[in-house]
């Protein structure tokens, strides 16, 4: 079977999926890696099927997704825009396209996620008498066919009943959203009611209809797939790509360093092996710091220099000169190690950024830091910014001065110029821009170590400890009310 021509539908009413930045009719532009679900779709579709012609049917987000891809040479194929109105189903959504189509043509929902799937073996139907083909696979998750369709089908595979969100499950096919039809779709367009259920048409509805006339095969496909309704749906989509994919993702670590030359060599070394990359952000030492560095001499580490005005504005640099996909910070103490990178590794493939905290007694070691009096003043703060942006996502934390975290460098770009501190208070900032920013993050405990030399610039004294509380406590409340 051999395609030239397919129709994407996207302009449904979107409503269950809220994007920060493209708002709640599109969230087929909500990205996963680089590339949003529909660019994927159309290039699972150009690339496993040929096609070059593409019809996409929208509805209010016609201007978004049109300044995104234009008339779509920039990806290898021709686009024609068509609008619909946004509560109007697939079957009507459809329709509105009659006149364009003539033959055979493939549809498809725009905002299902397809993962490694097999849609190139669609041409190996024969389309002789066909009327057309739905797709499936094969599932053990009874709410996934329940949210779809279910399939009834002979021992040939031919349809004999589809039902949109069915009450009862009858086997384990869950219908999927790529569907191959002919221009004859639209003669039972018109003579499909409206589902009772859902108070529209429904084109499951109608190609049932079709069934009863002309054959209609179901063809199984293969892979992971998730139909994005929900948040919950996006997240668990985010999921799938991100541990799919982990390996092939850069990670770099970010060190800001000031006179560490007794413990810089120990970081190094233990860090050096699971991460990718090391940006070492110095200061201005005036110890041996930069000599020990230097005669580490590792292809991995690299050495940027200036006369930073803080902690904060040192770890701003590191992270705009780093090029991982993944962002880590650490201190150049040796406070933290390399073995809770791996928990937060796990972490970081289903949100957008993992903090450390360091306020669980079991993972203190003996002569760290981080007194009684310094965990309650972390906590403080931390519930602080839980309660006052409790709207905004009402994530758990504990520990605002944790240097120890990662994100993902994206989610971080596309907030970094929201950031102001230059000094400790980046720590809570940063954790506030997520937040308020409808990021996901999530506070793991982390070990806490004595520092190897020196003194901590933040938290050695009371008054060290009290000058850095103020300075983040005035941070938090700028931010909030200003």
């Given at each position: 079977?051999?395609?030239?021509?397919?129709?994407?539908?996207?302009?449904?009413?979107?409503?269950?999926?809220?994007?920060?930045?493209?708002?709640?009719?599109?969230?087929?532009?909500?990205?996963?890696?680089?590339?949003?679900?529909?660019?994927?779709?159309?290039?699972?579709?150009?690339?496993?099927?040929?096609?070059?012609?593409?019809?996409?049917?929208?509805?209010?987000?016609?201007?978004?997704?049109?300044?995104?891809?234009?008339?779509g040479e920039k990806f290898g194929i021709k686009i024609e825009y068509i609008?619909?109105?946004?509560?109007?189903?697939?079957?009507?959504?459809?329709?509105?396209?009659?006149?364009?189509?003539?033959?055979?043509?493939?549809?498809?929902?725009?905002?299902?996620?397809?993962?490694?799937?097999?849609?190139?073996?669609?041409?190996?139907?024969?389309?002789?008498?066909?009327?057309?083909?739905?797709?499936?696979?094969?599932?053990?998750?009874?709410?996934?066919?329940?949210?779809?369709?279910?399939?009834?089908?002979?021992?040939?595979?031919?349809?004999?009943?589809?039902?949109?969100?069915?009450?009862?499950?009858?086997?384990?096919?869950?219908?999927?959203?790529?569907?191959?039809?002919?221009?004859?779709?639209?003669?039972?367009?018109?003579?499909?009611?409206?589902?009772?259920?859902?108070?529209?048409?429904?084109?499951?509805?109608v190609i049932s209809k079709m069934a009863q006339d002309k054959t209609v095969?179901?063809?199984?496909?293969?892979?992971?797939?998730?139909?994005?309704?929900?948040?919950?749906?996006?997240?668990?989509?985010?999921?799938?790509?991100?541990?799919?994919?982990?390996?092939?993702?850069?990670?770099?670590?970010?060190?800001?360093?000031?006179?560490?030359?007794?413990?810089?060599?120990?970081?190094?070394?233990?860090?050096?092996?699971?991460?990718?990359?090391?940006?070492?952000?110095?200061?201005?030492?005036?110890?041996?710091?930069?000599?020990?560095?230097?005669?580490?001499?590792?292809?991995?580490?690299?050495?940027?220099?200036?006369?930073?005005?803080?902690?904060?504005?040192?770890?701003?640099?590191?992270?705009?000169?780093?090029?991982?996909?993944?962002?880590?910070?650490?201190?150049?103490?040796?406070?933290?190690?390399?073995?809770?990178?791996?928990?937060?590794?796990?972490?970081?493939?289903?949100?957008?950024?993992?903090?450390?905290?360091?306020?669980?007694?079991?993972?203190?070691?003996?002569?760290?830091?981080?007194?009684?009096?310094?965990?309650?003043?972390?906590?403080?703060?931390?519930?602080?910014?839980?309660?006052?942006?409790?709207?905004?996502?009402?994530?758990?934390?504990?520990?605002?001065?944790?240097?120890?975290?990662?994100?993902?460098?994206?989610?971080?770009?596309?907030?970094?110029?929201?950031?102001?501190?230059?000094?400790?208070?980046?720590?809570?900032?940063?954790?506030?821009?997520?937040?308020?920013?409808?990021?996901?993050?999530?506070?793991?405990?982390?070990?806490y170590y004595k520092r190897i030399g020196g003194t901590s610039k933040h938290?050695?004294?009371?008054?060290?400890?009290?000058?850095?509380?103020?300075?983040?406590?005035?941070?938090?409340?700028?931010?909030?009310?200003?």
């Open positions: 079977m051999d395609f030239n021509q397919a129709v994407l539908l996207v302009g449904g009413k979107s409503t269950r999926i809220n994007s920060p930045k493209y708002g709640e009719e599109t969230k087929v532009l909500l990205k996963l890696g680089e590339k949003p679900i529909l660019q994927r779709n159309i290039e699972i579709l150009r690339d496993q099927l040929d096609i070059k012609l593409f019809y996409l049917i929208v509805g209010a987000n016609k201007k978004i997704i049109k300044e995104f891809f234009g008339s609008e619909s109105n946004p509560s109007h189903g697939i079957a009507d959504g459809l329709y509105t396209i009659k006149n364009k189509i003539k033959g055979k043509f493939v549809l498809m929902l725009g905002d299902e996620f397809y993962l490694n799937f097999d849609h190139s073996t669609l041409k190996n139907i024969t389309d002789k008498n066909l009327g057309g083909v739905i797709t499936f696979i094969q599932s053990t998750n009874p709410q996934s066919i329940l949210n779809n369709y279910s399939i009834n089908t002979n021992d040939d595979m031919k349809i004999l009943t589809l039902e949109e969100k069915p009450l009862e499950i009858i086997n384990d096919m869950l219908g999927l959203g790529t569907f191959v039809l002919f221009d004859t779709i639209f003669d039972y367009i018109e003579k499909t009611n409206v589902n009772p259920r859902t108070k529209r048409k429904e084109i499951v509805d095969l179901a063809h199984q496909l293969h892979g992971t797939y998730v139909n994005i309704n929900t948040n919950n749906d996006w997240l668990f989509a985010k999921y799938l790509y991100n541990q799919q994919n982990f390996s092939t993702f850069k990670k770099s670590l970010v060190i800001p360093v000031y006179n560490e030359v007794n413990s810089i060599t120990f970081v190094l070394d233990d860090f050096k092996d699971v991460v990718d990359e090391i940006i070492v952000a110095d200061g201005g030492s005036t110890d041996e710091s930069l000599k020990k560095i230097k005669n580490f001499n590792h292809p991995k580490v690299k050495l940027i220099q200036k006369n930073f005005l803080g902690y904060g504005d040192a770890l701003r640099n590191g992270i705009d000169f780093a090029s991982g996909d993944i962002i880590i910070l650490v201190e150049g103490d040796a406070t933290f190690r390399s073995r809770d990178i791996f928990k937060m590794y796990e972490y970081i493939k289903d949100c957008d950024m993992v903090i450390g905290t360091r306020t669980t007694r079991e993972l203190i070691a003996q002569g760290a830091n981080m007194n009684s009096k310094l965990r309650f003043g972390n906590l403080i703060l931390a519930k602080i910014i839980e309660v006052l942006w409790w709207n905004d996502g009402g994530s758990r934390l504990t520990d605002v001065g944790c240097t120890f975290r990662l994100f993902w460098k994206s989610e971080y770009d596309s907030i970094k110029n929201n950031f102001i501190a230059t000094g400790p208070e980046f720590s809570p900032e940063m954790m506030i821009e997520f937040i308020r920013n409808n990021k996901r993050i999530i506070e793991i405990p982390v070990s938290s050695e004294s009371i008054v060290s400890i009290a000058k850095t509380g103020f300075k983040m406590l005035g941070l938090i409340i700028k931010k909030k009310f200003k």
